[in-house]
């Protein structure tokens, strides 16, 4: 099955700095990859997902980029705020499977 | 509003008292899944369900069944629980397919003494 493995564990960066969190992925069938974002206490929200046939994608202050040949992909969120701190979970989808492979998450803290 | 519910949202229990967690959607999903989310561990599947009456294991099912017999409901249940069930569980739902959004309910915090 997939596996897909997520780095760093945790982050810490200061207000306006970008964080970058990275995941790697090992089944090269795979075609979609979901990022979430859970607030503490609360429930895995999407925040931007991106398909295998695109490079890149951007939403505001995150992006998402694809590197199929490497079987990596990235989170990137531009000048960060407090209310950016959480867990960050990236996934992986197989095709013939509903089914999300998730990495094990990324606290990232950014402080005032 | 379109949601994902679950209930109880928390609960402490004993040791081999069999307990079942709901789960409900209003969305017309076919897929739903349960996980378990452990410190350092992430969000682990338990079981998913393709459609009514389709179930299948996911990567952590020992101790747990489900049942889908209504397309909006997807029980969790633990027929004994044992400590190293305590964990937080979140029920999801989406569409069938390859790349549509999981919507995730609040989570259920159990707790086996």
């Known amino acids: 099955g997939e596996n897909v493995e997520q780095h760093p564990s945790t982050l810490s960066v200061q207000e306006g700095d970008s964080a970058v969190i990275k995941c790697t992925y090992s089944d090269s069938a795979s075609n979609y990859f979901p990022w979430y974002k859970q607030e503490l206490g609360k429930r895995p929200q999407l925040i931007i997902d991106?398909?295998?046939?695109?490079g890149e994608k951007k939403d505001q202050r995150i992006a998402v980029t694809l590197n199929k040949t490497a079987k990596h992909f990235s989170l990137h969120i531009t000048e960060t705020q407090p209310e950016d701190s959480a867990v960050y979970f990236c996934a992986a989808r197989t095709p013939g499977y509903s089914t999300l492979t998730f990495g094990k998450g990324t606290m990232l803290l950014v402080s005032p | 509003e379109a949601q994902v519910t679950q209930n109880p949202r928390y609960l402490i229990t004993v040791t081999g008292k069999k307990l079942t967690v709901t789960c409900s959607q209003n969305?017309?999903?076919?897929?739903m899944s349960w996980y378990r989310q452990d410190p350092g561990l992430g969000l682990r599947q338990i079981y998913y369900s393709m459609n009514v009456e389709v179930t299948d294991k996911g990567d952590v099912p020992e101790g747990y069944k489900v049942s889908r017999k209504e397309k909006r409901n997807f029980p969790l249940i633990l027929e004994s629980p044992s400590p190293n069930q305590t964990s937080l569980y979140f029920c999801?739902?989406?569409?069938?397919?390859?790349?549509?959004?999981?919507?995730f309910g609040p989570g259920t915090r159990l707790t086996v003494t």
């Open positions: 969305m017309n999903h076919e897929y």
């Open positions: 999801a739902s989406s569409l069938k397919g390859q790349v549509y959004e999981q919507y």
């Open positions: 991106i398909r295998s046939n695109v």
